[in-house]
C-alpha cells in the first residue's frame, strides 16, 4: 500500500520516494466545504512530520495543513493554487496539494491505512 493517511485528515502517497504527494483526504474536504483559497509551501521548505505546511480556506473556515512525514518540499499544485475547487472535485487526484522529498520512510509507518483512516472518520 503507498498511501496512508493522518488524524487531521491528509493522505500522502510515496508510490514516488522522491515526490511523494499530499492531499486532503473526502473526508476533510466535505467537512470544509467549497474551498476558495490554498497556502502551499515553497519548494525548497523543508518541514517535520506534523508542522503546519500550508492553509485551507473554504467557504465555512480555514484549515492548517499538516505535514504527513518529514521532508523538502520538490513542487506545489499550481493548477491547485490557480482553481482550488480542484480540492472539491478531485481532493485524492489532481485536487493534490505538493510533492515531498521524504527524508524518514520510517515515518510513513506511523501513518494509517486506509481501513484505520476510515474507521477513525466513522467513530468521530
Not at 47 to 59: I, K, L, P, T, Y
Not at 104 to 123: G, N, R, S
Amino acid at each position: 500500500m503507498t498511501t496512508k493517511y493522518t488524524t487531521d485528515h491528509e493522505w500522502v502517497n510515496i508510490e514516488d520516494h522522491d515526490a511523494a504527494v499530499v492531499g486532503i483526504t473526502q473526508h476533510a474536504q466535505d467537512a470544509l466545504g467549497d474551498v476558495v483559497f490554498v497556502d502551499l509551501p515553497a519548494v525548497g521548505s523543508s518541514f517535520a512530520m506534523g508542522d503546519v505546511a500550508g492553509v485551507v480556506e473554504s467557504v465555512k473556515a480555514a484549515a492548517d495543513l499538516y505535514m504527513p512525514v518529514s521532508g523538502e518540499v520538490v513542487e506545489v499544485n499550481e493548477a491547485l493554487r490557480a482553481e482550488p475547487a480542484l480540492a472539491n472535485t478531485d481532493p485524492l487526484g489532481q485536487g493534490w496539494f505538493f510533492k515531498v522529498k521524504v527524508s524518514d520512510m520510517t515515518e510513513f509507518d506511523q501513518l494509517m491505512d486506509a481501513p484505520a483512516y476510515d474507521q477513525l472518520v466513522e467513530d468521530s
